[in-house]
């Protein structure tokens, strides 16, 4: 499968500093474009599943006309990162060869605070619904995992969704799931719009566009010793949990009204 066409490669060049913060110890870095990205590492916590999840999140995110940073595929060669003085991140390192993926590093930019700005309730509602769709766990008061950038909302860290394939059994019961987590996200006070949301949304997300984004999938992040499965059929089984889940949007739409309705 080839990547999607906007989908750049780059060649990191130069790890400058661990990003703690991050429980799977990403990093800033710098690649052979002279830009900066926020590195994720396939040897690092839940390894390429962490990655898929980053992907495809951040690329549904943007087909839903979200700000996202944007997304690179980001190359460790054999050499890279043997000077490392640190054990642990030379370890990290040393099992990222190849594939990984990266965003875009916005300079200046600050994470958001629900107590300093106020999103709009359109805005809000489209994310809310996001992450109940992506079953996004990590967008909740303690982390936001959300940026200003020259006053606008991006969004980041995409990597704790889809948690189904970490058990990867019982993918219909998961697709159709309400989603209960959704009573922690940091923007569901804002969104009043869910329903029109929901409406909106799943229009944009067509089987053809699904398509596209799953065949941008690198093959190497397709090859699990746990299953048997060909990268093909765990492709086709992310686009079945994502079209079953958009069939029955209602389930988790109700899901997200009905806890905003015990917020307020």
Known sequence: MGYIEDIRTVTVCRYIAPLREGGSLPALAEADDDFKYVLKFKGAGHGVKA????????????????????????????????TEGDEEIQDLLQGSKGLNLALHFLSGAINFDPAVT??????????????????NVDRSFRNTNMLMWHKELWLID?????YFHHSWTNLEKYAQSPFSLIKDHVLLPQADKLGEADEFLKKLLTPEKLREILDGLPEEWLQWPETEETPEEIRNAYFKFLNIRLE?????????????????
Do not use: C, M
């Open 248 to 264: 029955n949007s209602g389930i988790f739409l109700k899901e997200a009204q009905n806890a905003r309705k015990a917020l307020i």
């Open 158 to 162: 995409h990597g704790a969704s889809f």
């Open 51 to 82: 990655l898929i999840a980053e992907y495809l999140g951040g690329e549904i995110a943007r087909a839903l006309g979200l700000k996202v940073p944007e997304l690179v595929f980001a190359y460790l060669d054999e050499a890279f990162g043997k």
């Open 118 to 135: 106020v999103v709009d309730p359109d805005t809000a509602s489209k994310v809310v619904w996001l992450d109940a769709y992506i079953t």
